[in-house]
């Protein structure tokens, strides 16, 4: 059911809702640019009292939520979110754990990282996000592919890239965990 039927996510910027490839059929990805959290608030506050929300989204949803997990990221200062560079594709959203400290410490090896896997034909990085609230120190960057095939050539490709495997020895040394997604737009996603 899409989000933006409700009258108070009119208030978001909602840039994308994505879901799992076929591993996890209860998951889902949606983002939504909020300006401050008193907005967020009023967002909230406002479908608490939207009977449409509740009767035509929380009562389905509901049943089949096991989990939920809720988390504020913002970009990170060096990141700009970008569109894909055309309908179709796949997304994966690579989530990483870094050490505690925060940018001041590892974001200068995770954004030379980042740089080198986002040159020409390692794939298109949309944006990369840092938590604010959730889950601490963990970093989202969301990637665009042609295919999922396109997909694993680019990354096998870069692992042959002196340069991409330097960056990435550097940056592995501020890692704890990470995991990626195989992502696809619903259908009623801006971002597709």
Known sequence: LPFSRFG????????GSLR????????AAAAAQVNS????????????????WISEYICK????LTAQDNEVSYLVPWSRLKSPPQQGGVFELATFR???GGPAVWGGAFQAAMSAHDAP???KLLGAFHSEFGLLNRVHALWWFESADHRAECRHKAHTDARVVAAVRNSV????SQRNQLMFPCTFSPMK
């Open 61 to 64: 949803a509901l049943p089949l």
């Open 173 to 176: 040394a501020h890692l704890d």
């Open 37 to 52: 959290y008193s907005q967020r608030a009023a967002v909230r506050a406002a479908l608490a009292q939207d009977p449409s």
């Open 8 to 15: 108070a996510v009119k208030m978001l910027k909602l840039f």
């Open 20 to 27: 799992p490839s076929a591993a996890l059929f209860r998951t």
């Open 98 to 100: 870094m050490r505690p």
């Open 121 to 123: 034909g390692y794939g």
